[in-house]
């Protein structure tokens, strides 16, 4: 089992930046790949960013794309969500998700653990 607990939401202008954080507890975190996902209001879940098991690959987004980053430190058991650039349409709740690969994952139904979320608030 892992468990998932994420940080650093809040509420911040257009342009603004925000890091988000998950701390994972529970197994080797060092051996699931880390991904990102985000749902608002009325949406689907959809995803935003994965990272390898050692962090030599990633995968981001379209919508992402050139805006937010991806890293892990293993050492920590922390991944994190770099976003900059932030619009509103990025508003929506982050979750932490891991999954029982050290390989990049991009489907929900791909992730075996996940984390309660944190809110992401972006005015204009």
């Known amino acids: 089992q892992v468990q998932l607990v994420e940080s650093g939401g809040g509420l911040v202008q257009a342009g603004g930046s925000l890091r988000l954080s998950c701390a994972a507890s529970?197994?080797?975190?060092?051996?699931?790949?880390m991904g990102w996902f985000r749902q608002a209001p009325g949406k689907e879940r959809e995803f935003v960013a994965a990272i390898s098991w050692n962090g030599g690959n990633s995968f981001f987004a379209d919508s992402v794309k050139g805006r937010f980053t991806i890293s892990r430190d293993n050492a920590k058991n922390t991944v994190y969500l770099q976003m900059n650039s932030l619009k509103p349409e990025d508003t929506a709740v982050y979750f932490c998700?891991?999954?029982?690969?050290?390989?990049?994952?991009?489907?929900?139904?791909?992730?075996?653990?996940w984390g309660p979320g944190t809110q992401v608030t972006v005015s204009s």
């Open positions: 998700a891991a999954g029982d690969s050290p390989y990049i994952k991009t489907m929900e139904r791909q992730y075996n653990y």
């Open positions: 529970g197994r080797t975190f060092s051996n699931y790949v």
